[in-house]
Nanobody
């Protein structure tokens, strides 16, 4: 089973909305913090939002009030609802799952392109 499967990227006009989905295996969904990173060409990959298995949520300042991250326990899927999109939100978005114990365990999705342009 593929650990993380992303979907939902695409082209949208400024001010529009998109929803990204990250379907995780049951093992990962139950224990890992799952989040979304984004990356522009030639730049570092930045954390956008994350949600822990206990429901604790983090948002980067750049997306607070516009993006919402949520979990669907029945579908073992994490969603990133992106509203009021701006051209600077354009990037490849990657789903990430991380777990820290005596070691750090992590998985990355393949990435999905989000383009905000008129």
């Amino acid at each position: 089973q593929v650990p993380l499967v992303e979907s939902g990227g695409g082209l949208v006009q400024p001010g529009g909305s998109l929803r990204l989905s990250c379907a995780a295996s049951t093992r990962i969904f139950r224990s890992y913090t799952i989040g979304w990173y984004r990356q522009d060409p030639g730049k570092a990959r930045d954390l956008v939002a994350s949600i822990s298995s206990a429901g604790s949520i983090y948002y980067a300042d750049a997306v607070k009030g516009r993006f919402t991250i949520s979990r669907d326990n029945a579908k073992t899927t994490v969603y990133l609802q992106m509203n009021r999109l701006k051209p600077e939100d354009t990037a490849v978005y990657y789903c990430h799952a991380g777990f820290s114990a005596s070691e750090i365990y992590e998985y990355w999705g393949e990435g999905t392109q989000v383009t905000v342009s008129s």
